[in-house]
C-alpha cells in the first residue's frame, strides 16, 4: 500500500542505457534526450573528473587532447566502468525537469536479459545514486512488446539488435519462457576494421566505420554491395589514405553477421512445441533496436528464414515506449513492489 501510495507520488524517469546511445525521457514533460553513451573524463591527481557527455565527447574521439580519456561505460549492454557510468548519469539526472521539484523520482529501466544479480544491484544502486527514490528494472523484451503495443496475452518472437548484443527473446502470455544473446552491430563494425586492415592496409576510426557499415547495408548478393570510398590511415606509412572498395569487398563480414542472426532465429523457433512455433513463424519476428533499420536487414532476413520480419515504426525507442506499461503489468502480475529496488529514505 505504501509504496503504490509513493509510486504515485513519483515523477517517472524512463531510462534505455545502451552500449551505442542512452534514451532518457520524462514523460508528461517535453524532455527527452538520446545521447552517445560515452564520456570524457579529465584526468585530475590520481582520480578523474567528468569533463564532457555525449556528442560532444564522441566528437573528441582520434584527437583526444592530453589529460582527457574517452570511455564507453557500457558494453554488452552491460555496465563495465561503474564510475564513469556513474558520472554519466549523474550529469543527465542533473538536467531533467524532476530535479528542480519536490516529487521523488521514479527511475524505469531496461535490465539485458541475462544480467546477474550482482549486475541488477548494480543499476540500482547506480539509479539510485543518480537521484532516483525508487528503482524499477524491467525486461526489455517484456518492454518492448508494450512499446509495441503487442498482445501480451500471445506469444511472440523478439529480436533486438543492438550495437553491444542482439538478444532474441520468446515471450509466451508475458513471461520470457527462453532467450538467446548473440553478437550485435559493434561486432560487425569491428569485423568490417579488421578486414580493411589486413586486406587494404587501411587503419580506420570508428565514425568512419560506422558510416561504412551504414552505406553498404545488406545487399541482396555481394555483386549488388555498392563501391565505397573509405578514409583512414595507411597502417605501414601512418599517413591518411583513402581506398576505393569494389563492390563486395566487405560484403563477407555483413554475409556472416546475416548467418548468425538466421541460425540464431531459427534456434530459438526449433525450441518451442509445434502447435506454438507454427502460428509463431506464420506470425514473424518483431526486429527492433538500434540496428533494426540497416538496409537490406529485414529484407534478407526475411528471405533467409522464411518468416515475416516486422521492423518497429521507431526501433531505437520501442522498449522505452513500453516501460511504463511493462511496469504497471508486472507488478499485477508478481505483486506491487517485486521488481522495485526502493532507496531507503
Known amino acids: 500500500m505504501l509504496s503504490s501510495a509513493m509510486s504515485w507520488l513519483s515523477q517517472d524517469v524512463l531510462l534505455d542505457l545502451g552500449t551505442a546511445s542512452t534514451l532518457l525521457v520524462q514523460p508528461g514533460s517535453r524532455y527527452a534526450r538520446m545521447l552517445p553513451t ?10 578523474l573528473r567528468l569533463h564532457s557527455v555525449g556528442e560532444d565527447a564522441a566528437r573528441l574521439e582520434g584527437r583526444t587532447p592530453r589529460g582527457i580519456i574517452l570511455s564507453r561505460p557500457v558494453q554488452g549492454g552491460l555496465v563495465h566502468d561503474v564510475a564513469v557510468a556513474e558520472a554519466f548519469l549523474k550529469h543527465l539526472f542533473h538536467d531533467l525537469p524532476a530535479a528542480a521539484g519536490w516529487q521523488p523520482i521514479r527511475l524505469l529501466a531496461t535490465l539485458p536479459a541475462g544480467a546477474s544479480p550482482a549486475q541488477r544491484r548494480l543499476m540500482e544502486a547506480l539509479g539510485r545514486n543518480a537521484g532516483a527514490r525508487e528503482v524499477h528494472l524491467i525486461h526489455p523484451a517484456v518492454a518492448t512488446a508494450a512499446g509495441a503495443r503487442l498482445d501480451l496475452s500471445d506469444t511472440h518472437l523478439i529480436a533486438d539488435h543492438g550495437a553491444g548484443s542482439t538478444s532474441l527473446s520468446l515471450l509466451h502470455r508475458g513471461q520470457v519462457i527462453a532467450s538467446r544473446q548473440l553478437q550485435g ?9 579488421q578486414l580493411l586492415h589486413s586486406e587494404h592496409n587501411l587503419l580506420v576510426g570508428r565514425a568512419e566505420l560506422e558510416r561504412v557499415k551504414r552505406l553498404h547495408g545488406f545487399p541482396l548478393s555481394s555483386y549488388l554491395a555498392p563501391q565505397l570510398q573509405v578514409s583512414g590511415v595507411d597502417s605501414t606509412s601512418r599517413r591518411p589514405a583513402r581506398r576505393s572498395l569494389a563492390s563486395g569487398a566487405i560484403a563477407g563480414p555483413f554475409m556472416g553477421h546475416l548467418r548468425l542472426l538466421t541460425e540464431g532465429l531459427r534456434g530459438m523457433l526449433s525450441q518451442v512445441p509445434r502447435e506454438i512455433s507454427g502460428p509463431l513463424a506464420r506470425k514473424g519476428v518483431l526486429l527492433t533496436g538500434q540496428g533494426a533499420e540497416a538496409r537490406g536487414l529485414a529484407r534478407m532476413l526475411q528471405a533467409t528464414l522464411g518468416a515475416p520480419i516486422v521492423v518497429d515504426h521507431a526501433p531505437q525507442s520501442t522498449a522505452l515506449r513500453g516501460l511504463p506499461a511493462a511496469a504497471r503489468l508486472t507488478q499485477e502480475a508478481q505483486g506491487d513492489g517485486a521488481l522495485v529496488a526502493a532507496a531507503a529514505s
Open 38 to 47: 560515452v564520456a570524457a573524463m579529465r584526468a585530475s591527481g590520481a582520480s
Open 185 to 193: 552491430g559493434d561486432s560487425l563494425t569491428h569485423q568490417i576494421g
